[in-house]
């Protein structure tokens, strides 16, 4: 990344797509943006949860730069659906028994 490409000013128009899996998830075109992770943030809410990697494409139109982000997402794996283990079901070793 280079030095025009971190800097943003809030006038700037921004374009911004998020796309999974080549199916672009999520799309945008505003101002009022004050950083890149504002972007990502509020693209990363506009598409909701996905799974697996993404990329990020951000336009500024206003300076004339591009740049491309990759992102990763996961399915968080529900708590109830993890197996609980009462302690009657473990037997620990024991080198005295």
């Not at 494409?57 to 206003?62: A, E, L, P």
Request: proline residues 3%; positive net charge.
């Amino acid at each position: 990344m280079n030095n025009n490409a971190a800097s943003l000013s809030i006038n700037d128009l921004i374009f911004a797509t998020l796309e999974v899996g080549g199916k672009t998830v999520a799309s945008v075109s505003k101002t009022n943006f004050g950083s890149i992770d504002d972007i990502v943030r509020f693209i990363g809410s506009m598409a909701g949860r996905f799974m697996g990697l993404a990329r990020l494409n951000i336009r500024n139109k206003t300076q004339g730069w591009t740049m491309n982000l990759a992102l990763a997402s996961r399915q968080r794996t529900p708590q109830s659906a993890l197996p609980s283990a009462l302690p009657t079901q473990y037997r620990q070793a024991s080198l005295f028994a």
